[in-house]
């Protein structure tokens, strides 16, 4: 997995609307992964599984607010989520 300089924030500067930006702060490059994946023979890392929960949980609200409506979860996309920084908005 790349940094975040490498792949996230050019997209993030590219694209045309509002844009939040949020790194998970103790994600590995592997963490997202689940049970045993042939990158564990060559990269050091293991599965995560407060990195699952945590990406689950934002990309929920992201598609709940977004295609449904749903309010009640704005406090995870604009709020303070313990775990990640939010990039500030240029």
Do not use: Y
Request: proline letters at 8%.
């Amino acid at each position: 997995m790349a940094p975040a300089a490498g792949n996230a924030e050019p997209v993030a500067a590219a694209a045309g609307g509002p844009v939040w930006l949020r790194t998970l702060t103790k994600a590995g490059h592997t963490g997202f992964l689940e049970g045993a994946h042939w990158t564990g023979l060559l990269l050091a890392g293991k599965p995560e599984g407060r990195t699952r929960r945590l990406t689950r949980a934002l990309v929920t609200a992201f598609l709940m607010h977004h295609l449904l409506g749903e309010n009640r979860v704005d406090v995870l996309l604009d709020g303070k989520v313990p775990g990640t920084t939010l990039a500030p908005r240029p």
